[in-house]
């Protein structure tokens, strides 16, 4: 991670940088117009660059809504222009092909951008305020499958990119004392019990969660013929008349402490070491914004935090690991296991009474 008390800019840095964040949600909308409307793919595909005529016949864009675009984009260090000709930059390059930049963008757009809008009032009330440009829900988690179509393709996008890409460590990892029986709290859709499933013909699973979200797990669980192995528990991990499954060898919570104030969370852990019995497991996978390799992803999750604040429900974020380790440690758990730098950035607690 970069210096975070050394100032990296003078005077003047200060002040050119300053303008970029005044125009940033220009420039955003700009690199997603530009690789929305086929501009950065051309130009991808073309050897030597292309000019503003050349670009508007192969697009379909309007010479003048080429040139507005790139124009930008050209200061934005987005394609570079030499001699009446446009060239992809390496910035741009990563804004048409890099699967995790795409589901990023996709995500700030069509979930995060107009609610944003709302961000002082939801810091100010401590509620995510800017809800309401979908629905009059508490939190997103409500209304995640009322979203229209474009948000929640987005958010399910967004979720599932990080984790997919963990799933081979953590199964290996997890399975590795052969337990017979696991509890995976806020399962969603069902992604991580249908890769348990497959991935062990043995384990039975159950799957906590929202009665909503286990509408869409249930339909995954059927589709894939694992009925007879998965169990559905509906429950609020908030609501303390609600009780959790009598036991497993094995509690799972992918993603989703991170979605809960630092209170709840002790809470959440509290209730789950209530179930523990001696041998038990409980594995958390978190992202924490301290625990990465590079500084572009402690950016994003800084970034991201700010949506749980306005859009999700207004009191949680990615924790810095120690804060979140102090929970740990408070509801009376101890860390038996850490691998940080899974995947993309995920780092792995194993956890014992």
Known sequence: MKNLKTDPFNALDAKTEAQKLSFAPI???????????GILKALDNANDGLTSHQLSEQTGVSEYGVKVLLDLATSANIVLWNKQRYSIANLGFYLLHDGMTNANMDFTADVCYA????????????QPSGLKVFGEWVTIYEGLTSLPDKAKQSWF??????????????????????????????????KWTLQCCNYNPDVQVTIVDLPQQLEVASKNIKQNGFE????????????????????ADVWWMSQFLDCFSPMEILAILRKVRKQLRDGDSVYILELFFDAQKYEAASYSLNATSLYFTCLANGNSRFYRSDDFLEIVSEAGLTVDKRIDNIGLGHTLLKLRR
């Open 27 to 37: 420039v955003f909308h700009t690199a997603r117009t530009l690789r929305d409307l």
């Open 228 to 247: 007879e192995r998965v169990t559905l528990h509906p429950a609020n991990m908030l609501d303390k008349n609600q009780a959790l499954p009598e036991s």
């Open 115 to 126: 609610a944003m809008e709302h961000l002082t009032e939801a810091i100010e009330k401590g």
């Open 157 to 190: 996008k967004f979720d599932h990119f990080y984790s997919d890409r963990s799933f081979p460590v953590l199964l290996a990892e997890v399975f590795r004392e052969k337990p017979k029986t696991l509890i995976d709290i806020g399962g969603n859709t069902g």
